[in-house]
């Protein structure tokens, strides 16, 4: 049996994070318009966009059309890579952007910038193709431009995405004034990240799990133990691979424009134990861990072993 989730997971500022929310990455303007308002309807209180995205006007739309009060609803955004040099311009240009006066969560979407002054406003390359970055501005003086912004009222909390334990560690030996509540990274039984998380839960930071499904063309889909599972409980493999992200303490993410699919993938079931850890093992039967997302940061290293 399958419930909605109402399940909420209480965040290092004190205040809590619906587990499940809505993934917005790849969906056109329309797209995202109506499935986050159809999301509202059907019982979602958690958005995630980027300014990455390019989104964020569409999503403040379909959050003000549904009439849901702003403080019923967890909004998360993220700062671009281009921006690190002034995270509060970009913060304000985001809220103009979707139409509020404030985000529940602000993360910096990569641990590294790419050069503002480049040829390219999102990503500049450099001669060679390789992208832009700015290998002598450490995203850890980022974070320190970050951190007031809670106290001017344009976010609630801040965090981190696509961090590595050793990103995190680094970040934590630096003295800081407000710690990250969350780490969005990608998450899913291929790529559990169990260290991570072991960390993570150390240090009282949620993770998010984006791709939870492996993004484009959902690959887990396609796995024939995930599928098996499924069949016990009479539910969809994508019901079970959210439930499962659930049951091991995370948010998930998962992202749909089809009405049907955003509908159940609110819907979970409470995992038996059993079945958890053997989601949890699955990325030993399938030869290691699998990455879906990695764009070419290089020569920056934003993955390491530590998975
Ligand atoms: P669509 O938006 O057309 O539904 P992820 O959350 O891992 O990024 O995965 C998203 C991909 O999986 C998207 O391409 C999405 O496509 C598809 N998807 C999302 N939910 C489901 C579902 N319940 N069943 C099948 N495919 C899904």
Redesign the pocket.
Known sequence: MTAKCTKAFKLLNGKEIPAIGL?T???TDE?VYN?VLFALKTGYRHIDTAAGYGNEVPIGKAIKDSGIARSEIFVTTKLWSIDHHDPEAALKASLERLGLDYVDLYLMHWPLALNPKGNHPAIPTKPDGTRDILLDWPFTKTWKLMEPLIEKGFTKALGVSNCTIEKLTTLFNENLKVKPVVNQVEL?PYLPQHKLLDFAKKHGIILEA?????????P??KDETIAKIAETYGV????II?SWAVWRGTVV??????E???E??FEIVTLKDEDGEKLNNLVNERGGPQR?VSPPWNPFVVFDSSL
């Open positions: 993934g990455w790849k969906a797209e499935s899913h984006y791709s939870p499904l492996g993004s484009s063309d959902a887990l889909l969809s493999s994508a019901t959210i993410l998962p992202k749909s424009v089809k049907s699919r955003i159940s993938n879906f």
